[in-house]
């Protein structure tokens, strides 16, 4: 079932999508989809192949996956902060087809293109034109907005998202399709399973603020994107849209909490009710300070790129169980182990944790296929992950946190 066509039909005149003062109605969005994804198709794009997406914050970085996702490849994110060299070899390493190009990095992608000898078509985002490359607003122009045939067994797509590469070279986490079931099961507990009004205030090339984006419009919901964070501007942001949902990591959580209290007393926040932190360590006085602007509205979770969301600490336990990560998310399995493999005894230490997920990549990239993959009892992946340590808190084998 296409998703996003059922909300067209149901709702069409309702806002999905929003980037500053440009929107998208539902109508309009699964028009602009299809036009995208046909002009792609029309190009070569086939399915199972994998699209790099460089571009900034805005609503086409928001709608281009949405695109590739419906012809049945798989949207690749590209981080903004590689310099060129790494990002040839992420264009290199992904195998990419088709690559999305945003204003920004025109410049980055002219110094290596002629080395991205497996690139067959580079697609400009924004004000430049190239000879060398087709512009969106031409293919959204002259694109059918005709639906693309559905593939069941995709699910609600796939994507791949790179790692930051901090033990070697960057691996790309491939999710060929994702199950609509888990989706909900995540959604329901963070009570986003419904329309709602989702900001994204982190760059969408990060696996967290794309997906919440993403699952945001398989509810029906609508998506507002910052182009670039700033603290009183998100604030603004809530106010104005009426924003009922966010996810930050907590660097941006604190330089809201870090404003003057009369800045943030102009704006009324009280829409907001599910304010989701991850990516880092978030300090106890940023959440307490959070707890105070936003009321008790604080979700964190814990995990990875490869695996998704492990553990979730929910709002009435983040300020009971300081350090805690929370208890495993749903269908998700944890082993905490020693130094030498052992699964640890609650209320121990433990220098690596295991996570099996149905969340978990399903494949990686060459680099990681050559390594092979641990398989649990229950047949989901395994995935090691170094160097954490839960505090004030253990994790059983099942994963319930005490």
Not at 87 to 116: M, N
Request: charged residues 20%; proline residues 7%.
């Amino acid at each position: 079932m296409d998703v996003l066509a059922a909300h067209a039909d149901r709702a069409p005149d309702a806002v999905a999508l929003l980037d500053g003062e440009r929107q998208l109605t539902w109508r309009g969005y699964v028009a602009q989809r299809n036009r995208l994804g046909n002009a792609l198709s029309r190009l070569g794009l086939a399915k199972g192949e994998h699209v790099i997406v460089y571009v900034q914050n805005s609503l086409e970085t928001v709608l281009v996956p949405a695109a590739v996702r419906a012809v049945g490849a798989i949207p690749v994110p590209m981080n903004h902060r590689l310099v060129a060299d790494e990002v040839l070899y992420i264009l290199d390493h992904s195998d990419a087809r088709a690559v999305f190009v945003g204003d920004l990095f025109l410049r980055t992608v002219e110094r290596i293109r002629p080395a991205a000898v497996k690139v067959r078509s580079w697609i400009l985002v924004g004000s430049e034109r190239r000879p060398w490359a087709e512009h969106v607003d031409d293919l959204l122009a002259g694109g059918d907005p005709a639906p693309l045939p559905e593939d069941p067994a995709q699910g609600l797509g796939g994507s791949m998202i790179y790692t930051g590469g901090t033990t070697g070279r960057p691996k790309g986490a491939l999710r060929t399709a994702v199950d609509p079931t888990v989706t909900r099961r995540y959604m329901e507990l963070f009570g986003l399973a419904e329309p709602h009004v989702h900001l994204v205030a982190g760059p969408l090339y990060h696996s967290a603020p794309g997906s919440f984006a993403q699952f945001t419009h398989v509810f029906g919901g609508t998506v507002v994107v910052m182009r670039k964070f700033d603290p009183e501007d998100a604030l603004r942001t809530i106010e104005r849209r009426r924003c009922t949902s966010t996810f930050m990591a907590p660097t941006l959580v604190k330089r809201i909490v870090d404003l003057p209290e009369r800045v943030r007393a102009r704006y009324d926040v009280s829409s907001m009710r599910v304010l989701v932190v991850a990516a880092a360590p978030c300090p106890t006085r940023v959440k307490e300070q959070a707890l105070a602007v936003f009321g008790p509205v604080l979700w964190e979770f814990y995990g990875s790129t490869e695996l998704g969301i492990n553990t979730i600490l929910q709002p009435a336990d983040v300020l009971r169980k300081p350090g805690s990560c929370g208890r495993a998310a749903p269908g998700v399995e944890l082993l905490l182990l020693d130094d030498a493999g052992r699964p640890v005894a609650p209320g121990r230490p433990a220098s690596s944790t295991c996570a099996a997920s149905p969340g978990c990549s399903t494949a990686t990239t060459r680099m990681t296929r050559r390594r092979g993959r641990r398989i649990a009892a229950s047949g989901l992946p395994w995935a090691t992950l170094r160097g954490w340590t839960p505090r004030a808190s253990s994790t059983s084998a099942t994963g319930s946190a005490t």
